[in-house]
């Protein structure tokens, strides 16, 4: 069974940067196009970014410009680097697949944008 653990999160202030990291237990992240997902309170989760196996990138116009998404398959891990974070970035992050799978949902990591 597929087992990814999102790290990374935390307090940040306006402008600041995170990076967060998914590692996955078996080898997804070079076999399939991974995803970044986000869930603010009352809010329905939205799709941040995703990586094909072929590394190319797709971001959300909210964004864009601002994320970058990575992978490293030797270490079957994906990255979020965060930069210019606004209160509105505020969420819990998680990755998965992309297209997502039920059965891939982590915990997340809580990412706040606060002063």
């Known amino acids: 069974q597929v087992q990814l653990v999102e790290s990374g999160g935390g307090l940040v202030q306006p402008g600041g940067s995170l990076r967060l990291s998914c590692v996955a237990s078996g080898s997804i992240v070079s076999r399939y196009s991974m995803g970044w997902y986000r869930q603010a309170p009352g809010k329905a989760r939205e799709l941040v970014a995703t990586?094909?196996?072929?590394?190319?990138?797709t971001y959300a116009g909210s964004v864009r410009g601002r994320f970058t998404i990575s992978r490293d398959n030797a270490k079957n891990t994906v990255y979020l680097q965060m930069d210019s974070l606004k209160p509105e970035d505020t969420s819990v992050y998680y990755c998965?697949?992309?297209?997502?799978?039920?059965?891939?949902w982590g915990q997340g990591t809580q990412v706040t944008v606060s002063s």
């Open positions: 990586i094909s196996s072929g590394a190319a990138t």
């Open positions: 998965n697949r992309y297209p997502s799978r039920i059965d891939y």
